[in-house]
């Protein structure tokens, strides 16, 4: 048997350790979702805490914002805004929808027929920006009923594309509203 040369071990090391790291990189949350739980709406991969934003996800990420004055009384908002990355585009042909957690202190304002709770597409709390493909903006509408810190909590329903394929996701999505 021939005894391989070091400089050939070493590229043959260097080699694996690239293969091993390149398939640890497309696990990391970011990477095609092609046969992973994105595939099945009704198990969505948990957000990941540490990208900067409400819920990342594979091929998107989805950012949170509450008001910033809200009084007891008021009509006050939340926006998420959906934003496909890489190749990746928003599905205009989906039917958005958000329906929101019961929350003490918190009546929301929805008129999607299946209450009062959801807002979606159809009811018009989903646009998108005129010529803008990578984005869509979803307005949750509450009154609250009582001061102090609130949870507008929910499953965001959301859909993005490539030319390949689409993802169909149901993601957990929460923004703290302060309510003076």
């Known amino acids: 048997m021939r005894r391989l040369a070091l400089p050939v071990l070493v590229a043959l090391a260097v080699t694996a350790a690239l293969v091993a790291l390149a398939a640890a990189c ?3 949350g970011r990477g095609t979702s092609a046969g992973s739980a994105a595939a099945d709406p009704t198990t969505a991969p948990a957000p990941r805490a540490d990208c900067g934003h409400a819920v990342c996800g594979s091929n998107f990420f989805v950012d949170s914002a509450g008001p910033a004055d809200c009084a007891v009384g008021a009509t006050c908002a939340v926006t998420l805004k959906l934003t496909a990355t890489g190749e990746f585009h928003i599905n205009q042909d989906y039917p958005y929808k958000f329906r929101a957690d019961d929350t003490s202190g918190l009546e929301f304002l929805g008129t999607d027929g ?32 009582s001061s102090g810190t609130k949870a507008v909590a929910g499953t965001f329903k959301l859909s993005v594309c490539s030319a390949q394929s689409c993802q169909l996701e149901q993601q957990q999505v929460s923004t703290t509203v302060a309510v003076r």
């Open 26 to 28: 497309s696990r990391d």
């Open 114 to 145: 299946a209450g009062k709770t959801t807002f979606s597409k159809a009811a018009s709390n989903w646009q998108t920006p005129r010529g803008d493909e990578k984005s869509g903006v979803m307005t949750v509408s509450f009154r609250p009923a």
